[in-house]
């Protein structure tokens, strides 16, 4: 077995280290200190099974490093239980791939743990959206998507839905910095459109899904010299960078063409963008309650009035591409 271990003290990484190499089924053990580095030799490396320490697995970012560990099939310990239900992040609530073990357990714990873990990792699985062309779009459509907590999976299960032919679709996820290129990466891989980086001043197109690269700029849309991406600096809004609230309200002048969702999320980003574009014309979704890890943002746009229908996840995705095919809007 393959075995990276994730543990933000090197001290402690390389005790478990020599442990667990002293078994003769471990054929390789790294270390690593952060999320970054884990995701990065977990998608390279393809191990067995990642072993983490509660401490990184708390970070927020680590609701990325869980996804791709579920789609690629490998196994996930902790160090360290979880705290109590409210304090706990929903990565860790809900990810039943993984096993917990105490957070100073030696080898002799882990090596069960990692056994277990591995029995009951996902099958390795990466969902490709719709190849046909066949599918036709009001030219001027454009859709736009926010989510937060519990929204990467949630979008992974959305876009497989799109084909190559899909319209122009701009995204706003809340994830950290550094995480940007590798949920751009995750994500095109589980759509037949391309998903990219969003370049200042680019024209959108047909087929293309575009995230921000970075949280230094809000994505926005813009009508100067035809519809293009705006990546806009300025401060924190609705209490992030880039903002859903942002990117819906940018697109206030082009509503009528305009198909927009909020997904599971905590916090308020983006409810009262969609209000704005609801009432100047835009179509608008809502993931409901029992399908949402967090019905946080959801929750709040629905009780504004922003969310014209509410739908249960699996429905989002053709949702959204049915309101931009039913007719061309005038």
């Not at 959108?204 to 995230?211: A, F, R, S, T």
């Amino acid at each position: 077995m393959q075995i990276i271990v994730a543990h933000p003290s090197p001290i402690a990484a390389t005790r478990l280290k020599r442990g667990l190499a002293a078994d003769p089924a471990i054929t390789s053990c790294e270390t690593v200190s952060g999320l970054t580095e884990t995701y990065n030799m977990a998608e390279h490396r393809h191990p067995d099974c990642v072993v983490i320490a509660v401490a990184l697995a708390a970070l927020p970012e680590f609701e990325l490093l869980s996804s791709l560990l579920k789609i690629m099939g490998i196994g996930c310990v902790i160090l360290g239980q979880a705290g109590p239900e409210a304090e706990t992040p929903p990565a860790l609530r809900r990810a039943r791939h993984i096993v917990r073990v105490p957070e100073h357990a030696d080898a002799t714990a882990v090596v069960p743990a990692i056994a277990e873990a591995q029995r009951h990792a996902p099958r390795p699985t990466m969902p490709r959206g719709q190849s046909d062309t066949a599918r036709q779009f009001d030219p001027k459509s454009i859709i736009l998507i926010a989510a937060s907590t519990g929204g990467i999976d949630a979008l992974l299960k959305t876009v497989a839905h799109f084909p190559q032919t899909a319209p122009p679709t701009l995204i706003v996820q809340h994830t950290g910095e550094n995480f940007a290129p590798s949920l751009i990466k995750l994500l095109d891989g589980a759509t037949a459109a391309r998903v990219s980086a969003a370049e200042d001043g680019g024209a959108v197109q047909p087929g293309h899904i575009y995230l921000s690269p970075h949280n230094r700029a809000h994505l926005c849309l813009t009508q100067r010299g035809g519809l293009r991406i705006m990546l806009q600096p300025g401060d924190l809004v609705s209490g992030h960078r880039p903002s859903a609230d942002m990117l819906f309200r940018s697109a206030r002048g082009y509503a009528r063409h305009v198909t927009a969702a909020i997904l599971t999320g905590m916090g308020r980003d983006g409810a009262s963008g969609l209000l704005e574009l609801r009432g100047a014309g835009a179509q608008t979704f809502g993931q409901d309650a029992a399908t949402s890890v967090v019905y946080g943002m959801p929750r709040v746009a629905m009780e504004m009035g922003a969310v014209g229908t509410q739908l249960p996840l699996s429905k989002i995705g053709p949702a959204l591409l049915s309101a931009c095919q039913a007719k061309v809007r005038i």
